[in-house]
């Protein structure tokens, strides 16, 4: 064998192993065959024998039988042997494309860790997470300032009703006051002479309304 060979991989170990356990058990099965023939050879060899009534060639012939089956049943044995050696044979054929798999993933997943660097992947969880709990924050906030909005546009006729509410209210008081005014008030013009409120009165009635 030359030094500078190539040593056969497993996988060719393999393959070259099946063949020598299947050119083996044709083999068997061919030497088989032929121990069959011969089986059935004595047997009429051992009753022609009989016949003639040689008892030394009907025990000569009896020997070689038995051992001729003998030598039979040994090559089932063989061939059983055989068979396990080669069933196991591809029992390890699966455990190595099983573990050749494994090998791949485990450099597949090698290099997605080096690519990945965890720690920054967690600090990136980490910093999603809180900027999604920001965002949550902001839109809540949005959200009330929105129905706060809503709820006021949506008393908008219960305001105006409120300022009708005033108005009758200051307009009653001005009756009051334009009844209890003295006459001296009164001036040529008539209508005009009525005491008039002036805006201070109105700016004070409506806080007086805003506080209650």
């Known amino acids: 064998m030359s030094l500078f060979s190539k040593k056969p991989t497993a996988k060719e170990q393999m393959r070259q192993t099946d063949r020598v356990i299947r050119k083996t058990q044709r083999d068997l099965e061919r030497e088989r065959h032929d121990l069959e023939r011969q089986e059935k050879k004595l047997e009429m060899e051992i009753k022609q024998a009989a016949k003639q009534g040689n008892k030394e060639a009907l025990t000569v012939l009896a020997k070689q039988l038995v051992n001729l089956r003998k030598q039979k049943t040994k090559t089932f044995a063989v061939g059983s042997k055989i068979q396990s050696i080669g069933t196991q044979g591809k029992l390890m054929q699966s455990n190595m494309k099983m573990a050749d798999a494994m090998a791949t993933t485990t450099k597949s997943m090698a290099a997605m860790n080096k690519v990945m660097d965890p720690q920054k992947t967690a600090a990136t969880m980490k910093e999603f997470e809180r900027q999604s709990a920001r965002m949550d924050m902001t839109e809540e906030m949005i959200n009330d300032t929105l129905d706060d909005i809503l709820d006021e546009s949506g008393d908008e006729e219960e305001q105006d009703a409120i ?20 006459s001296a008030h009164k001036g040529a013009l008539g209508s005009q002479s009525k005491t008039e409120i002036s805006d201070d009165d109105i700016e004070r009635q409506l806080a007086q309304l805003k506080s209650v």
């Open 163 to 182: 300022v009708t509410q005033v108005l009758d209210e200051i307009g009653i008081e001005i009756s009051g006051k334009m009844l209890d005014a003295p």
